[in-house]
């Protein structure tokens, strides 16, 4: 081979990995281990350039791990349920089983060019019965310990798909497939009991040194911890048996400021006065089509119904406030009732206007007015004057005056402090057919029956079809009428199949054991578990992680994990996306076309079809198929290699960071690697002593202090700063004069510190120079302290301000010497041409200036 040929090299070294088997990971107590995972990909049937960068960090991670004596399990997977396979069937009249596994099949296929170090005999999909069978046992275990339990609860529901939607999948009110007006609607749902560890996943939040800081803070604002005041107003007429309303409030310091008391459509006494009065229920009704997320809710319409019921406010049984039902309140936070007070909460301040309520300020900015046509809602930090509280300074924080006001209220006998969470109890039951089944039946005389643990996996039927709406389960009489595994006699099987969160919440442990019999398999997860780096998007920094940590905490409970693993991530990196422009055209209609990149000619910074037609460049933008400025890493390996692409996307930019495709970058790195290449052919070939003084000492000095640097950046995931450190050392062993030895010795070192980003091109230049195996099982390469003390110092050499060259020369030398070596420097002597120089300026350890 005469020049480099990734096509050529990078089959040739993944077929010595697979037939040398070096990623299959086998317990080994006598080594140190390290699980390395990405979350794992949805089996679209694409990958993108976004998950080459995702799975070669991990990549990078895993191969330096392995080189410097670490066990490694570096597993791969796929989160198959879910929608869009069953979106597929609907559409193509197929099966979702048969769209989903021939994605995976695809995807794989796409993704093994990429050279990854993954244990491919670990992998397993979700709607694999093996996996979702494991799952089944574990919703029986977490069952008997208390940990499920199934009640009412208001739900979102897509009345012409006719199934629950997850918050996530009502946009702008509307279900995300059907569009159709999406109602809160009360079903019998399956829940696991999240909200009983709510203060434990808060308070374990810090002692996660490795996380992402944004990324506790998020989850700890979703666990919302909050310290408020339950009380009760009493009802000025019982109504309906009700005489109290009970509320819940985190800024009891403004109930003097009190104007309205609203309740939940789902409210009891709501519910109670819907079945007495049309006018009420219709308006519950039309309440309850809107989303539950608390964007749907801010944004929408506030809504109120004024039900005539009048309470007696706490302090004055004189002050009577009106009872609304409100749109904008939910029943599974709080009590479902709430008081308002406009002038300090910007939603009670629309309702307040739209309806003409009062308007009461109780406290007032330190300088000037409250604000005109708004609530007035400081920090609650900052200062504030009180015009209308409980007694304490006039001047104080709002934090400050909640807790006086909790304790006011108490010492007066209205209501008590409680500690409330926002974290509501996590809501499994999903009305679609691909999903895992919840293993239960229900039988018209023993209830509620778990399925017998030998019958596992409760299989999906093949047999269904999507022709109708809703879910195919429901009509399919052979899978769901089954016998009672209590009586034995007829039962119905549970129809609602598992939230898709619930399949990757526990991934990561049946890893360790992908074939076990048993969800896990103790001496496996001992030996593995925790998972040490953990890789994944931003977008699931809250659910995902929250999920898996209860998940984790809940397995430890039953016996499935030991305690050191209730939390399962010791160490999280969340990365940027990849991103790139996009290119569109407008049709005759004025509408957005939009080209694949492919498809453009770029000169000048503009671009074209081929047939001449400018587009316009909307510049570094968040890849999606649907604009479709996405990047094939299978064209992309096809023309340039995969290392290209592994070194393109971790070169560019910091890790945490956004980073754009580029063409022009991906051909910069793709000459780089042949560069690099073609030095170390130059380099096998040479013979031969060094031809300046010192130049072999120089050259390890800087092979050195590039092992030291390039280590320090995979470590803290610097990739970018260790391909800089790359790319310079890279320049340094091609400028050396150094004997052939010591630049051999350099260039095999430089392919071990490449090859966790290009490892199909260090194995090359590894058995190119004579490296003893494979590179992929060579021992890191550990930097000599002592060749990184510098004694000496390398200084350029100008003659009438311009450069001539440069000279290497002890630290402590005299500085006539250090003229003298400088004046003899040939491109000096060409530049005096005979002339003498009028000064010579030594600047210690900076310069030599010659002046004629």
Known sequence: MTRYDPATIEAKWQKAWDDAGLFRAERDPSRPKYYVLEMFPYPSGRIHIGHVR?????????????????????????????????????????????????????????????????????????CDPEYYGQQQALFLDFLDKGLVYRKNAVVNWDPVDMTVLANEQVENGRGWRSGAVVERRELTQWFFRISDMADELLEALDGLDD??????????????????????????????????????????????????????????LAKELERHDPEVAAFCEKARQGGTTEEAIETAEKLGYDTGIRVRHPFDTSWELPVYIANFILMDYGTG???????????????????????????????????????????????????????????????????????????????????????????????????????????????????????????????????????????????????????????????????????????????????????????????????????GGIEHAILHLLYSRFFARAMHLCGHLPAKSKEPFDALFTQGMVTHAIFQTKDANGRPVYHYPEDVDLRDGRGFLKDGTEVEIVPSAKMSKSKNNVVDPVAIIGQYGADTARWFVLSDSPPERDVEWTAAGAEAAHKHLARVWRIAAEVAEASGEATVQGADEQLL????????????????????????????????LSKSQAGARAKREAAMVLAQLMSPMTPHLAEDVWAMLGGEGLITEARWPEADEAMMVEDS???????????????TVPKDMDQAEVEKAALAVDNVQRALDGAQPRKVIVVPGRIVNVVV
């Open 54 to 126: 995702n799975y070669t960090m991990g990549d990078v991670v895993a191969r330096y791990k392995r080189s410097t004596g670490h066990n490694v399990l570096h597993p791969m997977g796929f989160d198959a349920f879910g929608m869009p396979a069953e979106n597929a069937a609907m559409a193509n009249g197929g099966h979702p089983k048969d769209w989903t596994y021939q994605n995976i099949d695809t995807m794989v296929g796409q993704m093994k060019p990429l050279g990854l170090s993954l244990d491919w005999s670990r992998m397993f999909a979700t």
């Open 793 to 807: 110092v390398t200084l350029p050499i100008q003659v009438n301000g311009k450069r001539r060259g440069e000279i």
């Open 337 to 535: 009732a709430i008081f308002g007070c406009p002038a300090h909460d910007q939603r009670d301040f629309e309702f307040a206007t739209k309806y003409d309520l009062p308007i009461i300020p109780t406290f007032e900015p330190l300088e000037g007015a409250c604000p005109e046509g708004e609530a007035f809602v400081p920090m609650k930090s900052e200062k504030v004057r009180w015009i209308r509280g409980f007694g304490w300074d006039e001047e104080a924080s709002g934090q400050d005056a909640v807790n006086a006001a909790i304790a006011f209220c108490e010492a007066n006998g209205v209501g008590q402090g409680v500690t409330k969470f926002r974290l509501r109890d996590w809501g499994l039951s999903r009305q679609r057919f691909w999903g895992a089944p919840i293993p239960v039946v229900h039988c018209d005389s023993c209830g509620v029956v778990p399925e017998k643990k030998e019958n596992l996996p409760v299989e999906l039927p093949y047999d269904v079809s999507f022709d109708q709406p809703g879910n195919p389960l429901d009509r399919h009489p052979t899978w769901r009428n089954v016998s009672c595994p209590a009586c034995g006699g007829p039962a119905l099987r549970e129809t609602d199949t598992m939230d898709t969160f619930v399949d990757s919440s526990w991934y990561f442990a049946r890893f360790t054991a992908p074939e076990a019999d048993t969800p896990t398999v103790a001496e496996d997860v001992d030996y593995w578990m925790n998972v040490d780096q953990y890789i």
């Open 701 to 732: 000095r800087e092979m050195h202090k590039a092992i030291r640097d390039v280590t320090l950046g995979v470590e803290s995931f610097g990739f970018n700063a260790a391909i800089a450190k790359l790319y310079a050392f890279t320049n340094t």
């Open 211 to 268: 996380w992402p800081a944004k990324v506790k803070t998020m989850q700890a604002n979703w666990i919302g911890k909050s310290r408020g005041l339950q009380f009760s107003f009493g009802v000025v007429d019982a109504a309906h048996g009700h005489d109290r309303i009970e509320v819940y409030t985190t800024r009891p310091d403004t109930l003097m400021g009190a104007s309205f008391v609203g309740i939940s459509p789902d409210h009891p």
